[in-house]
């Protein structure tokens, strides 16, 4: 049966430094949660608690009703049943794909544990790859091994440590879809991180934003990015652009935007509206794929807006817009 794995109150300091301050997060079975925060934000600290690879100085870390950690206390990793996928791979060079992943299992006996490795290659599309040696695998089907070996001793929770980042672009995709799905199958509780917004939300069920070694938001995917709980949290799940409340243009919002707030808009929230009475000049205009990107100049104000291809104007051309407010968010300025 799954459980969850849960840290609470859980803090980390090296000297004076508090890298991981007072954080709670419940991991759900079958749910992959994207632990989301810049550099230095104290992401893989807190996976390495999770994993036992480190102690905690505060807080507790559960496995369903087993302790895992407290103060003084730390289960050691190879006893936690935590299956760890890190960014570099760390296959063992000397075994093949197939004993790579048959690694974790001698206590089920060598033809058990062979039968199993195979199942596990076959389901990461490996199949026809088990003899090969890590060396003469690509990075993508090195990093599939690498989960049939973390999934394969049936793992009771897992934990990634930016495992899609060392792939080249075109290969990412596919390589992460059937990681993640394998991981969802399985059912059990599932940690990803990165510093990538986008991998955030379309690889993950929930996301926990981490900034400073607090946790700032945590939530469904699609509840952080509609609904941030400030101006930091948005622009941490994707490009935005932000005006204070005194020099809003007029007719922009719907609603007052006091002094001492600030207006908060995605790009795909400044929509180009010909019957809107807001007007602003295209300062560039960028192809970035299926979509443009403008930069736009409304009375002063700097937005970005992203529209397709198709319809966009070029740079120097006056646009009516207006925003979507599913899109448009204010908050109390931080300053303020
Ligand atoms: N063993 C250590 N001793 C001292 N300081 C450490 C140690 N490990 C990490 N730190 C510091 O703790 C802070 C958080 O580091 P951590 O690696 O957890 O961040 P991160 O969010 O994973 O960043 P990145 O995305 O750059 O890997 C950083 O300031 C780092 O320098």
């Keep these: 049966m799954s459980v969850h794995l849960t840290a609470r109150n859980v803090s980390r300091r090296y000297g004076v430094s508090t890298v991981v301050n007072g954080v709670s997060l419940d991991l759900e079975p079958g749910k992959i949660t994207a632990l989301l925060g810049g550099s230095g934000a104290g992401k893989s600290t807190l996976l390495r608690l999770f994993a036992g690879l480190e102690p905690l100085d505060e807080g507790e870390i559960r496995l369903g009703d087993q302790m895992l950690s407290a103060p003084g206390k730390t289960v050691p990793a190879e006893k936690r049943r935590i299956g760890l ?17 048959a690694f974790g299992l001698k206590s089920r006996g060598k033809a058990a544990a062979r039968t199993i490795a195979a199942e596990w290659l076959a389901r990461l599309g490996l199949t026809g790859r088990a003899d090969a040696y890590p060396h003469e695998l690509s990075g993508g089907e090195q ?38 799905a394998a991981i969802r199958e399985a059912g059990i509780p599932a940690l990803l991180v990165t510093h990538d ?18 946790l700032l938001q945590q939530g469904l995917a699609r509840d ?31 609603q007052a935007v006091p002094a001492g707030s600030e207006l908060v808009v995605r790009p795909e929230g400044v ?44 740079a120097g051309a006056e646009i009516g817009i207006r925003l979507d407010p599913a899109l448009t968010f204010i908050f109390q300025s931080a300053d303020s």
Excluded: W
Aim: glycine share 6%; charged share 20%; aromatic share 4%.
């Design 224 to 254: 952080v990015y509609l609904k941030p709980d400030s101006a930091a949290i948005a622009a941490a799940l994707g490009p935005v652009s932000r005006i204070s409340g005194p020099d809003m243009p007029a007719g922009l919002t719907g």
């Design 271 to 314: 929509v180009q509206d010909e019957t809107s009475p807001v007007r602003a000049t295209v300062v560039t205009s960028q192809l970035t794929g299926p979509l443009c990107r403008l930069l736009l100049d409304c009375a002063g104000q700097e937005l970005v807006a992203l529209v397709p291809r198709m319809t966009a104007p070029k």
């Design 85 to 101: 996928i890190f960014q570099d791979f760390a296959l063992f060079p000397h075994l093949t794909a197939a004993q790579n992943v």
């Design 143 to 180: 990093q599939r091994v690498a989960i049939a070996r973390a999934l394969a001793p049936e793992p009771a929770a897992i934990l990634m440590d930016e495992p899609f980042s060392g792939l080249d672009p075109a290969l990412r995709g596919s390589v992460r879809d059937t990681a993640l």
């Design 197 to 214: 917004p986008t991998e955030a939300l379309e690889s993950s069920d929930a996301i926990a934003i981490l900034q400073g070694g607090r």
